[in-house]
């Protein structure tokens, strides 16, 4: 069993920038590769980034490529996601997740272990 915990979520104008902290617990972290997913209102559940467990291939959704950047501390049991120049379209509710299988998060919604999210809202 692994629990996951967002925070870091907010209230920003558009071209602001907000870092979201996802605090693992339980199994073993590194055995974990690690993504984010978000959802708006009225919509489905949507990729945003994946990594590796061992921190590499970073991969991205083209929405968000360029503006966001995830990374994880395995030390720290963390993941964060830095978003940068944000648009009122990323305002949702973001959720980390943890899989066994980095291609299980990749381009998906599929992920073992789900937090409970965090909302981001970004104003124009």
């Known amino acids: 069993q692994v629990q996951l915990v967002e925070s870091g979520g907010g209230m920003v104008q558009a071209g602001g920038s907000l870092r979201l902290s996802c605090a693992a617990s339980?199994?073993?972290?590194?055995?974990?590769?690690m993504g984010w997913f978000r959802q708006a209102p009225g919509k489905e559940r949507e990729f945003v980034a994946v990594?590796?467990?061992?921190?590499?291939?970073?991969y991205y959704a083209d929405s968000v490529k360029g503006r966001f950047t995830i990374s994880r501390d395995n030390a720290k049991n963390m993941v964060y996601l830095q978003m940068n120049s944000l648009k009122p379209e990323d305002t949702a509710v973001y959720y980390c997740?943890?899989?066994?299988?980095?291609?299980?998060?990749?381009?998906?919604?599929?992920?073992?272990?789900w937090g409970q999210g965090t909302q981001v809202t970004v104003s124009s």
């Open positions: 990594i590796s467990g061992s921190g590499g291939s970073p």
């Open positions: 339980g199994r073993t972290f590194s055995n974990y590769a």
């Open positions: 997740a943890a899989d066994p299988l980095y291609s299980r998060l990749r381009g998906g919604t599929a992920g073992r272990y």
